[in-house]
C-alpha cells in the first residue's frame, strides 16, 4: 500500500536538502532542516528516522532517509570506481535492507550513517563476489552481533560518530583524501602512494597525523 | 626488525592498514576470516574496527552526492514484490569452541602431520590465501620458514612465542616477505591457531617436508 505524496512532505524534504547540502550533515546532531528558509524547523534525525521504520513502518521517513542517503551511497561507489549503474543499484539495494533491517539498528553501537555504510559496503562485496559465493556479508554480520558490550562505554556509538565526524572536518584536503583511500576504499599504503602519485612515506606520515587527530576526539571515549 | 611488525609489536593487534583493508571488503577473503577471528576474540581490535567504520560512515556524509534515478517510492515498491524478506537470524552457531565467524565456512577434519601437529583446512571459496587451522602440542617447535607472500595468524588457544615476541589466545601475527621465523610452542597450554598463506613457503626440517604439499592445498 503506497499512502498519496504529501505535498507538505516534499516541501520539507526539498527544504532538508538543501540544509544539508549547504550544511553537512550529522545524524546525531539534529540539524534544523529548512532552518535557513525561515518558516519551517524539521529536525533530520537519521537515528530516529530508521527506529521510526524499525516501530512504525514509517514510509516517510524512508522517504527522507532514501532521499538524504542513497544519492551519497552512490556517490561514495562512484568515486570508488563503480560504474553508475550499479552504483545505483547498490544505493538502492542498500536503502532497502535499511527498510528490512530496521528492527536490528542499535543506535548505541553505531549512528544511522555509519551502520548504512557498513550496510552499503556489504552489499558491494556480495556484488562484487557473487559469483564466487562470499560469505564476507555473513562474517560482518556475525562481528556485529558479537560486539560486546561496554557498560563502561560513556557514550553511544552515535556520539562517537558524531564526534568522527566533526574531527574529519579538521583534517587538511591532503590528508582527507589519504584517509578516504585508506580507510573507506581500503587500498593498501603503496596502493594510495600510487594512485595519488605521492611517495609512500608521505602517505605513512599524513595517515599517521590524520589518526592521531581522530584518537585525540575519542580519547576520552577509552 | 620487519617494519610490519613496529605499530603493532606491543599489543600484537592487527594494524590500522590491515583492519582498512578489512572494513573495506578489500582483502582476499582467507586473509579476511583470519582478521574476523582476531576482531572476534580482542576487544581492543574490535573497537579499532567500529572506529575506522565510523569514518566510513563520517566519509558517507560529507561525501558528494549523485542524484539517484529510482525514487523511495520505487525502493517501497520492490520491497512488496518481493515480499517481506525480514531480516535473517545468522545461521547455526558453528561448532563450540571455535569463533563464531568461522561458522559461514566448511571446515575439514583434523588431520595428523606428524608427532604432535595436526592441521585442519578452512575451506574460503574464491580466496586467494590457503587458510587452515593448525594445533600443536605442548613444547613443539614449528618448522622454521620462510615466505614469500603474507602469513597472518590468529591465536586460538594456548601460545607460541618466537623472535617477534609471545602471541596467545586473540593476538594478530602479521608476517610478510622476508620474515624468516620458528615458533615456539607454550610448554603447558599447546597451541591453536587459524593461519592464512599467500605466495611459497618454504619450510625447513622435517616437519616443513610434511607440512610443504599440505599448505599448497
Known amino acids: 500500500m503506497v499512502s498519496a505524496p504529501d505535498p507538505k512532505a516534499d516541501l520539507l524534504r526539498n527544504a532538508g536538502m538543501f540544509a544539508t547540502l549547504e550544511t553537512g550533515f550529522q545524524t546525531s546532531t539534529p540539524v534544523l532542516a529548512g532552518a535557513r528558509k525561515g518558516s519551517i524547523a524539521v529536525p533530520m534525525d537519521a537515528d530516529a528516522l530508521v527506529q521510526a521504520i524499525a516501530s512504525s513502518a514509517d514510509r516517510q521517513a524512508f522517504a527522507r532517509l532514501f532521499d538524504h542517503f542513497a544519492p551519497r551511497v552512490k556517490g561514495l561507489l562512484m568515486r570508488g570506481g563503480a560504474p553508475a549503474d550499479l552504483a545505483e543499484e547498490i544505493a538502492q539495494e542498500a536503502l532497502m535492507t535499511v527498510w528490512r533491517k530496521a528492527a536490528l539498528f542499535d543506535p548505541a553501537k553505531a549512528s544511522a550513517g555509519t551502520w548504512i555504510a557498513t550496510i552499503a559496503r556489504n552489499l558491494r562485496i556480495d556484488h562484487a563476489r557473487r559469483e564466487k559465493r562470499s560469505r564476507m556479508s555473513k562474517v560482518f554480520e556475525i562481528l556485529d552481533e558479537e560486539s560486546p558490550e561496554q557498560p563502561d562505554q560513556v557514550v553511544s556509538g552515535s556520539e562517537r560518530d558524531a564526534r568522527v565526524r566533526a574531527a574529519l572536518t579538521g583534517l587538511s584536503k591532503d590528508q582527507y583524501r589519504v584517509v578516504e583511500l585508506a580507510f573507506l576504499e581500503g587500498f593498501s599504503h603503496q596502493d594510495v602512494a600510487t594512485r595519488l602519485s605521492i611517495p609512500l612515506g608521505t602517505v605513512k606520515s599524513r595517515l599517521r597525523l590524520a589518526m592521531a587527530h581522530l584518537r585525540r576526539h575519542l580519547e576520552d571515549l577509552r | ?217
Open chain 2, 1 to 217: 626488525m620487519n617494519a610490519r611488525h613496529l605499530a603493532s609489536d606491543e599489543t600484537h593487534l592487527a594494524s590500522d592498514e590491515t583492519l582498512a583493508g578489512f572494513a573495506s571488503g578489500r582483502l582476499d577473503e582467507g586473509m579476511a576470516l583470519v582478521v574476523a577471528a582476531h576482531i572476534e576474540l580482542n576487544p581492543a581490535s574490535g573497537r579499532s574496527l567500529r572506529d575506522i567504520e565510523a569514518i566510513g560512515g563520517g566519509v558517507l556524509a560529507q561525501g558528494e552526492a549523485v542524484a539517484m534515478l529510482s525514487s523511495a517510492e520505487d525502493a517501497l515498491a520492490r520491497i512488496e514484490a518481493s515480499g517481506d524478506a525480514v531480516a535473517s537470524a545468522s545461521e547455526g552457531s558453528g561448532e563450540a569452541g571455535l569463533p563464531r565467524v568461522l561458522a559461514p565456512y566448511e571446515l575439514g577434519k583434523w588431520r595428523p602431520i606428524g608427532r604432535g601437529v595436526a592441521m585442519r583446512r578452512v575451506h574460503v571459496p574464491g580466496a586467494e590465501a590457503r587458510v587452515f587451522m593448525l594445533r600443536a602440542a605442548p613444547g613443539m617447535w614449528l618448522p622454521e620458514h620462510q615466505h614469500t607472500g603474507y602469513e597472518w595468524t590468529t591465536i586460538l588457544a594456548g601460545a607460541y612465542e618466537h623472535q617477534y615476541g609471545r602471541f596467545a589466545r586473540g593476538d594478530f601475527d602479521e608476517a610478510n616477505e622476508d620474515h624468516e621465523h620458528h615458533p615456539h610452542v607454550d610448554p603447558v597450554e599447546g597451541c591453536t591457531c587459524i593461519v592464512a598463506l599467500t605466495g611459497e613457503v618454504r619450510f625447513k626440517g622435517w616437519l616443513g617436508r610434511l607440512l610443504q604439499p599440505l599448505v599448497r592445498l
